[in-house]
């Protein structure tokens, strides 16, 4: 009887060993990066069949301390960032390509996304009542083109975590509510879930 449960055990032993495999081998400490391998790094599908195109996702390091939103537009990427203060106060800005791209003085980049060929953020801007919030749509070489106190549209007050842009105008989310900005002017407004 003790040999058979011995037996078993073995036999039970082996069975997990095979189901399981070895365990892979340690890499040598060359001092050079490990070669990748086919299995770990994923080719696009030629043969797409899904809306879209066939992509290969990569981490991206913008070398921010931290990195709030990022988005394309064109062949170049964008990133809401945040660099810590060390002998000042901390920087909100907007990189592009992983390098700084807009930085207003006395400022916040808060949230951002891409529009139609333009960039559309809003930012958070010191003066002498406070903080002042403010629409800004900048062109991809970082020219301001057009800047709208959200304020003076009773918005000034309102915190807003989302935005994207649409053929209609730029919509801005939070606080209970997207609101729509077109042409100056809130177009519309709607009442959503608020944020947990």
């Known amino acids: 009887m003790k040999r058979r449960s011995t037996m078993a055990l ?11 495999g070895a365990p892979p081998a340690p890499a040598a400490e060359t001092g050079a990066a490990p ?16 809306e879209g195109r066939a ?14 939103d990022i ?11 945040m660099f810590f203060g060390t002998d000042g106060p901390s920087e909100y800005i907007l990189l592009k390509n992983g390098a700084r791209f807009y930085a207003p003085e006395e400022a916040a980049v808060e949230l951002a996304c891409a529009g139609d060929g333009c960039l559309w953020l809003t930012e958070s801007r010191r003066s002498g009542e406070g903080a002042q919030s403010l629409l800004v749509q900048l062109s991809t070489e970082g020219e301001v083109l057009s800047e709208l106190d959200l304020g003076a549209l009773g918005l000034g007050e309102a915190y807003f975590s989302a ?4 053929a209609e105008g730029v919509w801005l989310v939070g606080s209970g509510r997207a609101v729509l900005i077109s042409g100056g002017a809130v177009a519309a407004e709607l009442t959503v879930p608020a944020e947990a």
């Open 163 to 166: 935005m994207g842009a649409s």
């Open 55 to 68: 992509y290969k996702q990569s981490p991206v390091n913008t070398g921010a301390d931290s990195t709030f």
């Open 35 to 50: 070669a990748q391998t086919a299995a770990t790094t994923p080719e696009p599908v030629s043969d797409w069949q899904s």
């Open 71 to 81: 988005f394309g537009l064109g062949a170049d990427y964008y990133a809401t960032a």
């Open 10 to 20: 073995a036999l039970a032993f082996a069975l997990l060993l095979a189901a399981c």
